[in-house]
């Protein structure tokens, strides 16, 4: 009996078909503050701010699952609460650009508020059909970083799991920024209620990205417009550290080019990607910031519905699916029960 299930089970999986999972990283201006002047960049957060709700659409006319991993800070209305939610333990970044509370206290005044600010459009995400509101940590937390602690990390996850469940939502997923996943810190993930964690594709050009080498910069642009290793992988090659299911991305979506020969191969890369996991059933995880459509945001627009527009024929003919990062976790442990 025990080998008529196994055998049946190896036939269900060979039959499996493959499935998109698309996460976003939602910072505004948390994510940036240490790069781009915000005095400068203004109707930059503008137009990301515009184009939210346009993604939200384009996702419901495909049927599109997504995970929105926020900064826990966009759930503050004002400066004003935002003073308020600031946790007793915070990071002591031994660089000091890189805090979100020094950079807070020191551009506070009404004008600055859309930009750190976002309870509208977290609301829109949670209303949108088939979106997984998720966490990238409250104050956009360094986990690699000279000078934090698990203490203090422990505190921001506990604010924005707190401030999550005041709109009614639980978290279930968690993008470390910067991609800086710390495994030391799992358990506390687990321990707060995270079931899975987006890592860094498994190439080495990926590693230790608070670090890049002038190799792993070129390495890594260069990827995005050939080669010939699919980014794509079967659901049995996802680990488990902690009971959080650790979910490799596959391709970050780059913003628009002018050049019309990297826009071509930039897409034609990632569409030829989707319809390798589609025909050999694995996972596809595609990723980007929201801020990354803040310039020529028509044509990002555009170019997510035309690879929208491959994903519903991948859909139609090989039954490709789309999944949220905790739809994904929840097949994973289906897949781990035989």
Same mark, same amino acid.
């Given at each position: 009996?025990?080998?008529?299930?196994? @055998?049946?089970?190896?036939?269900? $999986?060979?039959?499996?078909? =493959?499935?998109?999972?698309?996460?976003?990283?939602? *910072?505004?201006?948390? =994510?940036?503050?240490?790069?781009?002047?915000?005095?400068?960049?203004?109707?930059?957060?503008?137009?990301?701010?515009?184009?939210?709700?346009?993604?939200?659409?384009?996702? *419901?006319?495909?049927? +599109?699952?997504?995970?929105?991993?926020?900064?826990? $800070?966009?759930? #503050?209305? #004002?400066? *004003?609460?935002?003073?308020?939610?600031?946790?007793?333990?915070?990071?002591?970044?031994?660089?000091?650009?890189?805090? &979100?509370?020094?950079?807070?206290?020191?551009?506070?005044?009404?004008?600055?508020?859309?930009?750190?600010? &976002?309870?509208?459009? +977290?609301?829109?995400?949670?209303?949108?059909?088939?979106?997984?509101?998720?966490?990238?940590?409250?104050?956009?937390?360094?986990?690699?970083?000279?000078?934090?602690?698990?203490?203090?990390?422990?505190?921001?996850? !506990?604010?924005?799991?707190?401030?999550?469940?005041?709109?009614?939502?639980?978290?279930?997923?968690?993008?470390?920024?910067? #991609?800086?996943?710390?495994? =030391?810190?799992?358990?506390?993930?687990?321990?707060?209620?995270?079931?899975?964690?987006?890592?860094?594709?498994?190439?080495?050009?990926?590693?230790?990205?608070?670090?890049?080498?002038?190799?792993?910069?070129?390495?890594?642009?260069?990827?995005? @417009?050939?080669?010939?290793?699919?980014?794509?992988?079967?659901?049995? *090659?996802?680990?488990?550290?902690?009971?959080?299911?650790?979910?490799?991305?596959?391709?970050?979506?780059?913003?628009?080019?002018?050049?019309? &020969?990297?826009?071509?191969?930039?897409?034609?890369?990632?569409?030829?990607?989707?319809? @390798? /996991? /589609?025909?050999? =059933?694995?996972?596809?995880?595609?990723?980007?910031?929201?801020?990354?459509?803040?310039?020529?945001?028509?044509?990002?627009?555009?170019?997510?519905?035309?690879?929208?527009?491959?994903?519903?024929?991948?859909?139609? !003919?090989?039954?490709?699916?789309?999944?949220?990062?905790?739809?994904?976790? #929840?097949?994973?442990?289906?897949?781990?029960?035989?």
């Amino acid at each position: 009996m025990i080998f008529f299930n196994n @055998y049946l089970y190896t036939i269900n $999986m060979l039959d499996r078909s =493959g499935s998109l999972v698309i996460s976003l990283d939602f *910072e505004l201006l948390w =994510g940036v503050f240490d790069k781009l002047s915000f005095e400068e960049n203004q109707l930059y957060f503008i137009k990301t701010r515009n184009a939210i709700p346009q993604i939200l659409q384009i996702f *419901e006319k495909f049927e +599109i699952h997504a995970t929105w991993a926020t900064v826990g $800070m966009l759930f #503050n209305h #004002n400066w *004003e609460e935002w003073n308020s939610n600031i946790p007793s333990n915070i990071p002591n970044y031994q660089n000091r650009n890189l805090s &979100a509370y020094n950079f807070g206290k020191s551009i506070q005044s009404k004008s600055t508020e859309f930009a750190c600010f &976002a309870p509208d459009l +977290i609301k829109k995400i949670i209303s949108t059909k088939n979106q997984e509101l998720a966490t990238h940590t409250y104050s956009h937390f360094y986990c690699r970083e000279k000078g934090q602690d698990l203490k203090s990390f422990r505190e921001d996850l !506990k604010m924005s799991v707190s401030l999550a469940e005041k709109v009614g939502q639980d978290l279930h997923s968690l993008v470390f920024p910067r #991609n800086q996943l710390n495994k =030391g810190y799992l358990e506390t993930c687990s321990d707060l209620g995270i079931t899975s964690v987006r890592s860094n594709p498994n190439k080495w050009y990926w590693e230790d990205t608070q670090k890049d080498t002038l190799a792993q910069k070129i390495f890594r642009t260069g990827d995005a @417009y050939i080669g010939k290793n699919n980014k794509s992988y079967l659901l049995s *090659e996802i680990s488990r550290i902690q009971n959080i299911s650790i979910q490799s991305a596959s391709r970050l979506l780059r913003p628009f080019s002018h050049n019309r &020969a990297f826009n071509y191969l930039r897409l034609k890369r990632i569409a030829n990607e989707m319809e @390798y /996991a /589609a025909i050999n =059933g694995q996972i596809y995880h595609l990723w980007w910031h929201p801020h990354n459509f803040g310039n020529n945001p028509d044509s990002n627009l555009r170019d997510l519905t035309y690879l929208l527009q491959v994903y519903k024929k991948l859909r139609s !003919k090989y039954n490709f699916s789309s999944m949220t990062m905790k739809e994904l976790k #929840n097949e994973t442990c289906s897949y781990n029960k035989f």
